[in-house]
């Protein structure tokens, strides 16, 4: 089970998400927004299918341990609906 209050707090430093264009955010709120606002090439580079990679839910697995989030998240790749799912998931915690 997830624990709210370490979802939707700061992780410590050494365990910030680094994004590829040089921003660095330490909780889901952060997270959210950069994404709905970061250019399209850049979410690319962190969530891509040919690749396989996800780096967005891995970092929600292993860092703000939320398992079903990160599920939901590996299935997706357009940029609206995976900011969309983060901010229902944040509103299911508040």
Not at 7 to 27: A, H, Q, Y
Not at 60 to 88: P, Q, T
Request: aromatic residues 14%.
């Amino acid at each position: 089970m997830v624990d709210p209050w370490n979802f939707l707090s700061d992780v410590p430093p050494e365990k910030s998400f680094w994004f590829c264009n040089g921003t660095v955010v330490r909780n889901i709120y952060e997270l959210v927004n950069e994404i709905e606002f970061m250019k399209i090439w850049d979410f690319v580079y962190h969530v891509n299918q040919d690749n396989r990679k996800n780096d967005f839910a891995k970092w929600v697995r292993d860092v703000l341990g939320d398992h079903a989030l990160a599920l939901k998240l590996e299935k997706i790749l357009d940029r609206k609906k995976y900011s969309e799912v983060i901010r229902k998931r944040i509103k299911e915690f508040e």
